[in-house]
């Protein structure tokens, strides 16, 4: 009889490695340096440095990176001063197919796209298991200064989700 509740365990488990993160709660801290990924340029990043500033992370699928361009296009827009304010796109490379290269190349034009976010190159998936986030899709988290949790979304965002994302950030500076 044991051996028929193993299922329900992992299936249990697996589930509770789907929840989002929550709002009020800080996320654990991750690094990305070395072969688990980091910065365009190989330099290091931890999500650490997310404190001090509000902050906006994607967290990327390349198979669908354009599901909320339009969150990036509006904070664009919002013209937000960047002594306060900061945007990081995380891209799990490890839930594609796509060559790395080719992911690279995009990455290099979204930087000059949006010079003011930081692109990261998750390759193991780090941030999205450390932090409970769907691992073949994309979020939306804004965090505080503190590094707490504010707003989360995860797949594409609806206009009303995208005025309550922008609200939020407005709100925390």
Same mark, same amino acid.
């Given at each position: 009889? &044991?051996?028929? =509740?193993?299922?329900?365990? $992992? @299936?249990? #488990?697996?589930?509770?490695? *789907? ?5 009020? +709660? ?55 001063? &960047?002594?306060? =304010?900061?945007?990081?796109? $995380? @891209?799990? #490379?490890?839930?594609?197919? *796509? ?5 690279? +190349? ?68």
């Amino acid at each position: 009889m &044991a051996k028929n =509740f193993g299922w329900l365990l $992992v @299936v249990l #488990m697996s589930l509770n490695s *789907l929840a989002a993160p929550v709002v009020g +709660q800080k996320p654990p801290s991750v690094t990305l340096s070395g072969s688990a990924g980091g910065r365009l340029s190989g330099a290091a990043w931890s999500s650490d440095e997310l404190l001090g500033k509000v902050s906006v992370v994607f967290s990327i699928d390349p198979d669908v990176a354009h599901v909320n361009e339009a969150a990036g296009a509006a904070l664009t827009g919002e013209k937000l001063p &960047a002594d306060e =304010f900061q945007s990081v796109a $995380v @891209v799990n #490379m490890a839930a594609t197919w *796509l060559p790395s290269f080719a992911i690279d +190349q995009r990455l290099r034009q979204k930087q000059k796209q949006y010079p003011d976010t930081v692109h990261v190159r998750d390759l193991r998936r780090s941030l999205v298991r450390a932090w409970d986030l769907a691992d073949d899709g994309n979020a939306v988290l804004v965090l505080d200064r503190q590094g707490r949790v504010l707003f989360v979304h995860e797949g594409q965002l609806d206009e009303a989700s995208l005025r309550a994302m922008i609200q939020a950030v407005r709100s925390a500076l």
